[in-house]
Nanobody, 115 residues
Framework: QVQLVESGGGLVQPGGSLRLSCAAS????????MGWYRQAPGKERARVAV???????SYADTVKGRFTISRDNAKNTIYLEMNSLKPEDTAIYYC?????????WGQGTQVTVSS
């Protein structure tokens, strides 16, 4: 079992920045591919960014150039640096960890982009 604890969500103005953190614990969490997903009201949960153990990253087209995912294996923590935030980025952001057929989710953290 992998436990994921998220932090960093909140209210930010359009054009602003936030950094989300997700601390993982459990059986060798560093062996998992980890990422961020988000879900806005009325929309499906969508992948935002993924990072492998080796540091390879992938981003949704909607956030490319604005968001950066990173991984600190020593701390078993991943981050999502969000810049140039837009109102349409408003969503609950979830951290996930996956390996083989297993997938675990964090509790979600609310990000609201509004004036």
């Amino acid at each position: 079992q992998v436990q994921l604890v998220e932090s960093g969500g909140g209210l930010v103005q359009p054009g602003g920045s936030l950094r989300l953190s997700c601390a993982a614990s459990g059986s060798m969490p560093s062996s998992y591919i980890m990422g961020w997903y988000r879900q806005a009201p009325g929309k499906e949960r969508a992948r935002v960014a993924v990072i492998t153990v080796g540091g390879m990253t992938s981003y949704a087209d909607t956030v490319k150039g604005r968001f950066t995912i990173s991984r600190d294996n020593a701390k078993n923590t991943i981050y999502l640096e969000m810049n140039s935030l837009k109102p349409e980025d408003t969503a609950i952001y979830y951290c996930d960890a996956r390996r083989a057929q297993y997938q675990y989710w964090g509790q979600g953290t609310q990000v609201t982009v509004s004036s």
